[in-house]
Nanobody, 123 residues
């Protein structure tokens, strides 16, 4: 089973950018769909973006469309989330998750999770 480790979070001013990375162990990375989720204090975990096993299908939460881009490098067992034009409301813990080959939009459909990385957007 794949194991996931996120990195790249931090403190950024509104309007700035961050790039999150999620490195995976295991030889079957290319067979997994991957998702980035986030959870703010007092709120439910929500999908930010997801990508299927070969990178040809992506989905985005409406508020991040045009600002965030999910991508993957199967040769490096890594999935990325490029976040531009960050807003205060993007502040959350961001999690990487894996499941079978097709994308899914709810947390319960993912069976492997990373530990999360904090993203804080300041004014």
């Amino acid at each position: 089973q794949v194991q996931l480790v996120e990195s790249g979070g931090g403190l950024v001013q509104a309007g700035g950018s961050l790039r999150l990375s999620c490195a995976a162990s295991g030889r079957t990375f290319a067979t997994y769909a991957l998702g980035w989720f986030r959870q703010a204090p007092g709120k439910e975990r929500e999908l930010v973006a997801a990508i299927n096993f070969n990178g040809r299908n992506t989905v985005y939460e409406d508020s991040v469309k045009g600002r965030f881009t999910i991508s993957r490098d199967n040769a490096k067992n890594t999935v990325f989330l490029q976040m531009n034009s960050l807003r205060l409301e993007d502040t959350a813990v961001y999690y990487c998750a894996a499941r079978g080959v097709a994308v899914a939009t709810t947390p319960t459909e993912y069976n492997t999770w990373g530990q999360g990385t904090q993203v804080t957007v300041s004014s």
